[in-house]
C-alpha cells in the first residue's frame, strides 16, 4: 500500500468536513412535530463527495443530481484547502438554493466525458474549461458595441434633424449618434445621407485588449490586459473571477467599473506595477 501524501491527507479532511456538511441534520422550527430536515433534502439528494483529478488540479468535489433536471448528473469542485470547508460547502448549497444552478442551466455547460455538467463557478481543473469563458469574454471585446444597422446606409429622418437640431442649438440629452448632430451642425437637411452607423469600442476609451489565461493552479483564472486612453502610458490587467452570480455578465460589469470612473478613481493611488509591466485593478479577482 502507497503512503499518503501530505496534500492527500489534506483533501482527505476537506473531503471530510465537507461531507459531514451534506450530511448534516438541521433542526426544524417545530422540533416537536415535524423531524429534523436532512441538509441534502432542500435541493440536493445523494450527494457524493470525493476527489478527482491529478497533481495541481487534484480537489474535493461533490457529484449530485438536482429534482428540477431529471436525467442530468452535476459536479462542483471546491478550492484547494480552504480555513473552514463546512463554510465553502454550506455557501455552495445556499448559491444553489438561490437559484445559480437555474441560472446556469439557461445556456448548458457541455458535460464531460463521465457525462457529467460542472458548474461555471466551481474550480476549474483544465484549460479547457475555462476556454469558455474566455471566448465569452473575448468576442465582447473583439465585436465591441453594434448598434442596429451597422455598416448600412441611411438618411437623416424628419424626427432626428428636430432633435439634432435641439442639440446643436439648446444642449441637453439625446439618444442620437455624434455623426448625426455633426451633420445637421455642418448644415445637413431631413433626406441627406449620414455616414453609417459604426461598431463602438466595447468599453470607451478602452483599445489594445487582450483576452488570456493567467495564473496557475486553483488561482488560475481569464484575464484581459488592455489600454485606457486616459492613461496612454499604462497596461493594465483584470482578471475575472468564477462566481455563480458573473456567468456571461463579468465583462459587463467590468465596462460598468471602468465607465464609471473606478480606474481613475484606482489610479489616484496607483498599484505598483509586476514584473510583466501589468498594473491590475484592485477589484478584479486577486492573483493566487
Known amino acids: 500500500m502507497f503512503p499518503v ?3 492527500d491527507v489534506e483533501l482527505e479532511q476537506q473531503r471530510a468536513e465537507i461531507g459531514d456538511v451534506f450530511r448534516a441534520q438541521w433542526p426544524s422550527l417545530d422540533p ?4 429534523p ?3 441534502t433534502r432542500r435541493v440536493i439528494t445523494e450527494a457524493e463527495v470525493i476527489i478527482i483529478g491529478g497533481g495541481t488540479g487534484r480537489r474535493v468535489a461533490v457529484l449530485f443530481p438536482h429534482p428540477d433536471f431529471p436525467g442530468v448528473h452535476f459536479g462542483h469542485r471546491f478550492e484547494a484547502g480552504p480555513a473552514d470547508s463546512g463554510v465553502a460547502a454550506r455557501q455552495f448549497i445556499g448559491v444553489i438554493n438561490d437559484g445559480a444552478l ?3 442551466m439557461d445556456r448548458p455547460p457541455s458535460r ?3 457525462s457529467i455538467v460542472w458548474t461555471t463557478w466551481g474550480t476549474p481543473s483544465t484549460d479547457a474549461e475555462l476556454q469558455s469563458q474566455r471566448s465569452t469574454i473575448g468576442a465582447a471585446f473583439e465585436g465591441g458595441w453594434r448598434p ?7 438618411v437623416l429622418s424628419e424626427r432626428d434633424y428636430t432633435d439634432a437640431r435641439r442639440i446643436v442649438d439648446q444642449g441637453g440629452w439625446t ?3 455624434l455623426a448625426t448632430i455633426h451633420a445637421v451642425r455642418d448644415g445637413a437637411r431631413p433626406g441627406d445621407a449620414l455616414p453609417p452607423l459604426q461598431p463602438r469600442p466595447y468599453i470607451s476609451h478602452v483599445t489594445d485588449a487582450d483576452v488570456f489565461l493567467h495564473g496557475s493552479g486553483s488561482g488560475r483564472r481569464v484575464a484581459v490586459r488592455f489600454r485606457h486612453a486616459g ?3 499604462v497596461r493594465f490587467g483584470h482578471r475575472f473571477p468564477l462566481d455563480p452570480f458573473c456567468h456571461d455578465y463579468e465583462s459587463i460589469w467590468l465596462k460598468e467599473k471602468i465607465e464609471t470612473g473606478a480606474l481613475h478613481r484606482m489610479m489616484t493611488s496607483p498599484p505598483p506595477t509586476d514584473a510583466a509591466g501589468l498594473v491590475w485593478t484592485t477589484w478584479g479577482s486577486p492573483a493566487s
Open 148 to 154: 442596429v444597422g451597422a455598416g448600412q446606409p441611411r
Open 175 to 177: 439618444g442620437l449618434d
Open 32 to 35: 416537536a412535530s415535524v423531524p
Open 231 to 233: 492613461f496612454p502610458r
Open 5 to 7: 501524501v501530505a496534500a
Open 37 to 39: 430536515d436532512p441538509y
Open 112 to 114: 464531460d466525458s463521465a
Open 102 to 104: 437555474h441560472r446556469m
